[in-house]
């Protein structure tokens, strides 16, 4: 087949992205078909996993496909992310290696002396930037730190009732969680005591709006969704452990804010929530999640669906007869609802608690897992709060391990008990585990606050090491 110039140019793009001749992996050979498709060869061995991948500038590559190879040789067919056959265009297959080993590891703070991250989001220019505060309750400020793709410092930001103008004496300031649009982030969270929405720019992080809501005594947005009308939030009122930055014994609440970030309507969810902590869209519904008080003064996980105005459509409670806290949520494509958080009920201590629901809230499997290093059970907390669906039907899902005992202290090896570590594990889509694994810091606890799934088909968590750590896997 005789080819253009420029598929030529794309011909030898490809080839210069094959690894070195003794690796599995290595591009072969290449066709364009008459459909725009690239179709790869490459050197394989049977029963690994790999992963092609794409770029446009040999920089940036994103996850293309995933795929078992066979013996010898595997033939793939990729779409073209762009359409059509670019003038140039890279490629490249690499094994999928599990658990996966750190890419990188970097570290920012914020002007207090302590940081601590809540959520984190994989942006579209392939960055990342993680929310929460510096400072210890009462006396905090928002901080937003964003990063580019290889974990360099991008911008960082602090917001307050003096960096904001809001009116007040700036203490309980909260960032919770962060949502991007075309023109902005949205982060949410609270200033001096009242809710509040910020949208600040994306490449220098200098807020452009900031609106605060006094809903009710000690309030606080969680999480907020972008709808055709505007925006959807949900937090909770009259806290009652104003020190508390993850559960503060409230009443769930939900807000309907125009696209300016103005409230038109608000309304209690306190018969159903305790906490309102997440919030998604699918159709034309909304999915909240949280945490519910139970007759005997317990917690358990709880689900709402709301039509687009609000009102229910079913509730539905999750958990056993002791506390279940529920504080990640996130939904699949088919809208299958996965839900994470810890439980004490029928463990020794705390345990990962994790569920998938089907679009009805009926429970499709739920799993309890902790105790990855093979301590005491009696003394280890396993503190799960993001989860993510991934695209082969299963979740990811982050959390911090380790003991806060006095009375309590074990080696294992090099390991030690009272060494908090991330603790990160992959279930398939019948609750199947795949892989757990832990990182530990060299020096210093480690935990897992959140986590995204990245264009390169990888894993960015928010990391607790006393400042915003930003941890990278290649793969999940």
């Known amino acids: 087949m005789r080819l253009p110039g420029r598929w030529k140019t794309a011909l030898a793009a490809v080839m210069l992205a094959g690894l070195s001749p003794t690796q599995a992996g ?3 050979s290449l066709r364009i078909t008459k459909q725009g498709q690239v179709e790869l060869t490459f050197e394989s061995d049977r029963g690994t996993t790999y992963e092609v991948q794409g770029s446009e500038d040999l920089q940036s590559f994103s996850l293309l496909t995933r795929l078992q190879g ?4 595997t033939r793939v067919l990729v779409d073209n992310p762009t359409g059509g056959v670019p003038d140039r265009r890279f490629f490249k297959v690499r094994p999928r290696e599990l658990p996966p080993a750190p890419t990188w590891f970097r570290s920012y703070g914020g002007s207090r002396e302590e940081s601590h991250g809540h959520y984190i989001l994989a942006c579209e220019d392939g960055g990342y930037l993680q929310v929460g505060e510096t400072g210890f309750l ?14 360099n410092l991008a911008w960082r930001q602090e917001y307050s009732n003096r960096t904001t103008g809001a009116s ?6 909260l960032g919770n969680s962060v949502v991007e649009i075309t023109d902005g982030y949205l982060i949410v969270g609270a200033i001096n005591r009242n809710s509040a929405v910020l949208k600040v720019d994306k490449r220098t992080g200098v807020a452009r709006f900031v609106r605060t809501h006094s809903n009710g005594g000690y309030d606080a947005y969680e999480h907020l969704v972008v709808t055709d009308d505007g925006m959807v939030a949900v937090g909770y009122t009259n806290a009652e452990d104003r020190e508390n930055t993850f559960f503060a014994e409230g009443r769930g609440y939900l807000a309907f804010l125009d696209p300016d970030g103005n409230k038109a309507e608000g309304r209690s969810l306190r018969d159903d929530l305790a906490q309102a902590y997440r919030i998604a869209s699918h159709g034309d519904a909304l999915i ?3 945490l519910a008080w139970n007759e005997d003064d317990n917690l358990d996980f709880r689900v709402l669906k709301l039509d687009a105005g609000g009102a229910p459509a ?14 990640g949520m996130d939904l699949a494509s088919d809208g299958a609802i996965f839900l994470t958080g810890h439980t004490l009920s029928g463990t020794q201590n705390w345990q990962t608690y ?16 902790g105790n990855p290093r093979g301590f005491d059970p009696r003394f280890i907390h396993d503190e799960a709060w993001g989860v993510r669906a991934t695209p ?37 889509p019948a609750g199947e585990l795949e892989w757990e694994a832990t990182y530990e810091a060299e020096e210093g606890d480690w935990a897992g606050e959140d986590l995204a799934l990245t264009q390169d088909g990888g894993v960015i968590i928010a990391v607790d090491d006393s400042q915003f750590g930003f941890l990278k896997l290649p793969s999940w």
């Not at 066979?70 to 040789?73: H, N």
């Not at 629901?357 to 499997?365: F, M, P, R, S, T």
């Open 26 to 28: 290595e591009i072969l």
């Open 314 to 327: 079913w509730s539905r409670r999750y958990g056993g007869d002791r506390d279940d806290h529920c504080f």
């Open 354 to 369: 994790t569920m998938k629901l089907d679009q009805q809230g009926v429970v499709q499997w739920e799993r309890k897992r």
């Open 288 to 290: 909240v999640s949280g």
């Open 70 to 73: 066979a013996e010898g040789k």
């Open 392 to 428: 082969d039907g299963g979740c990811i899902l982050t959390a911090g391990t380790g003991d806060e005992y006095r009375s309590y202290s074990e080696t294992i090896g090099s390991d030690q008990s009272d060494q908090w570590e991330v603790y990160v594990i992959k279930y398939g």
């Open 168 to 173: 007040g004496h700036g203490t309980y300031n």
């Open 138 to 151: 009462p006396d905090t400020r928002i901080l937003a730190v964003k990063i580019d793709a290889s974990g």
